[in-house]
């Protein structure tokens, strides 16, 4: 009863304890002018034509340089940006990486080329299946075997290399909108990744570092229901994943912060030497995938999608659809997938089953010397590129006819891409680098390897 | 398939081509230290050669010349790839270990110019920031040369972090 008598005898609140317009206006309110006034009241102490006099006066602009990370709780990746900023301006700066430098193209040449995919797994370490398979593509360029993968293989790396590249897609849309403060979609995000990577644990028996597939193959087949699983898991995730679209793409704040920021043109950003969504972002049709066919990707239909501004929203909204058409793919594999074999039976390259090596002199023999001289590969050198989750991943490998790479270098797109952040985040302000260092992806293990 | 892209160049600049070939499906040509400029500005502006995909080098100790500077390129319109090699000696006995930067063509080759100097201690003439981008400054030896072994220590610098 005393609810509805208060409610009809004055205007309604906005909130609790504030005053309404009217009583503003009407001047009743006794707490409003108890309030202390400023310690100085400009208006009171200044005549207008002092006034004008103040406003000439210039303030100190002298450019300041401040330290961002290399360790920043607003970004993801190690990475040091000496900033020269005017105001909240950025006018000039130095991004240095390198502070998660391993070595890995130094310890590639001591290790025979089986052992590389475990370094390799350590590059980009939330997509590692893709890493595993371009090394895996580059080697048998050179051992010229790559027609001869068992059908079932090719089509196992794909799908593996797909689950792969949407976990590295959810990581990068799920850490990005958490550093602009939407912190349900991170959540979200990483609880499907987190899914998916239980399969592929499941599968390879590690949840990040797989080290699955092998030079003439993968080193197991799929499990017996992973398929099945794969479906499940896919359909699963479709919900939480257009909610994060939801509560992303029409969100007042994140559209603030993205749209119009970091814009890259076409040119320049080929200039740059981008690949990958980032490419794609500035309109470029450019996806490895489609354009230089590996595995059976000619197979599968999916689309590129491609943005047209070239600035962070676009390179969110690329990405966010190539999570799609990496389920588009997925679909179709797991139609196609043919029974068969998933090593090629070549004992000079891939191990034999440990059966044999346990029990037939010859496999052990094979075993032993795979293992202590590794896979012979042929003398030249290669060049040979996938699509990573972050673009064109090339291993240029050097051979000398022994067991380890002579030279292995990787083109890992993240380095290359970071380059041009200095360019992005010229004259935006202070806020702008978090979103535009969020949506490059710089992932710390493939930038400096 | 871009074995066209690679006569067109051999048949404009024969004499800058040291050898060419086409193994593993990879059109390869190499070229001298001097003419890379002009070769590297004509694939990019007559044959199209837009998309610098990598810089790297690798070193072939024993060898003369010693190391091997190695571009990579893609032509976004074509499709069509090809690999530029440039051989240079080491700086000790031999001439300048030089080579002309390609950072003004390809503003992407600016930091992948810098780690093969990091690594290799390849200069690159014209470069407008040569510093080491994975190691640190205080860094001795380029770790990446064969004659710098796996297990060697560095000294722990203790760095002044105060900006200059």
Redesign the interface.
């Known amino acids: 009863m005393s609810t509805t008598t208060q409610s009809k005898t004055g205007p309604r609140k906005l909130a609790f304890g504030m005053p309404t317009p009217d009583e503003i206006a009407a001047g009743g309110i006794p707490g409003l002018s108890a309030r202390p006034k400023l310690p100085v009241d400009l208006m009171d102490k200044l005549n207008a034509s002092e006034l004008e006099e103040v406003e000439d006066i210039e303030l100190p602009t002298e450019p300041m340089q401040i330290n961002m990370g290399p360790s920043h709780p607003a970004t993801h990746g190690t990475v040091r940006i000496v900033l020269t900023i005017d105001g909240e301006t950025v006018r000039d700066s130095d991004v240095q990486v390198g502070y998660l430098h391993r070595c890995f193209e130094k310890e590639a040449e001591y290790a025979t080329y089986t052992q590389v995919f475990p370094y390799t797994d350590r590059l980009n370490y939330v997509s590692p299946l893709l890493n595993n398979v371009g090394f895996a593509l580059a080697v048998e360029k050179l051992l010229g075997i790559g027609a001869a993968i068992p059908e079932r293989a090719q089509y196992i790396r794909v799908i593996v290399g797909e689950i792969s590249r949407i976990t590295d897609h959810l990581t990068c849309l799920g850490a990005s909108a958490m550093e602009v403060g939407g912190f349900t979609p991170f959540l979200w995000m990483i609880k499907i990744r987190e899914w998916l990577w239980e399969l592929l644990e499941e599968l390879t028996g590690a949840r990040l570092t797989h080290s699955y597939v092998r030079v003439g193959g993968v080193s197991q087949d799929l499990t017996e229901d992973f398929i099945a699983r794969l479906r499940a898991t896919l359909n699963r995730s479709l919900e939480p994943l257009a909610e994060c679209e939801k509560l992303l793409v029409k969100n007042r704040i994140f559209r603030d912060r993205m749209d119009g920021v970091g814009t890259m043109s076409a040119e320049d950003a080929i200039a740059m030497g981008w690949t990958g969504p980032c490419l794609r972002s500035t309109g470029v049709p450019y996806d490895v995938r489609k354009d230089h066919p590996y595995l059976v990707y000619d197979r599968f239909e999916f689309d590129v999608p491609v943005g047209s501004v070239g600035d962070n929203y676009d390179r969110f909204a690329v990405r966010l659809e190539e999570i799609r058409q990496s389920m588009r793919i997925l679909e179709q594999a797991m139609q196609q997938i043919p029974p068969g074999p998933v090593l090629l039976d070549e004992p000079r390259i891939c191990m034999p089953p440990k059966n044999a090596v346990y029990n037939t002199i010859e496999s052990m023999i094979g075993h032993f010397k795979l293992i202590v001289d590794g896979i012979k590969v042929p003398p030249g050198e290669v060049y040979s590129y996938t699509e990573g989750g972050n673009g064109e991943l090339g291993f240029y490998i050097v051979s000398d006819g022994s067991g380890r790479p002579y030279r292995c270098h990787v083109r890992s797109p993240s380095f290359i891409i970071t380059q041009s952040m200095s360019k992005l985040i010229l004259g935006a302000g202070i806020a702008d680098i978090i979103p535009t260092f969020g949506m490059i992806n710089m992932i710390g293990g493939e930038c400096d390897r | 398939m871009s074995k066209a892209d690679l006569d067109k160049l051999v048949a404009q600049y024969p004499a800058a081509i040291v050898s060419s070939h086409s193994?593993?499906?990879?059109d390869?040509a190499v070229v001298t230290k001097e003419s890379l400029k002009d070769v590297m500005r004509f694939l990019r502006d007559t044959v199209g050669f837009?998309?610098?995909?990598?810089v790297?080098a690798?070193?072939y100790f024993g060898r003369e010349p010693r190391f091997e500077v190695?571009y990579?390129l893609r032509s976004?319109a074509t499709?069509n790839?090809l690999?530029i090699k440039v051989p240079v000696h080491e700086e000790e006995g031999g001439p300048s270990a030089e080579v002309a930067t390609v950072s003004d063509l390809?503003?992407?080759a600016?930091?992948?110019e810098r780690?093969a100097y990091d690594?290799f201690g390849i200069k690159f003439s014209g470069h407008p920031d040569l510093r080491r981008?994975?190691?640190?400054e205080e860094f001795v030896g380029h770790?990446?040369r064969k004659d710098y072994p796996?297990e060697q220590r560095q000294p722990l610098i203790r760095r002044d972090?105060s900006?200059s």
Not at chain 2, 50 to 54: E, I, T
Not at chain 2, 133 to 136: D, G, N, T
């Open positions: 193994n593993f499906g990879d390869t837009d998309l610098l995909v990598s790297t690798a070193d190695v990579h976004m499709g790839r690999r390809w503003p992407t600016n930091w992948q780690e690594m981008i994975l190691m640190y770790p990446l796996k972090y900006l």
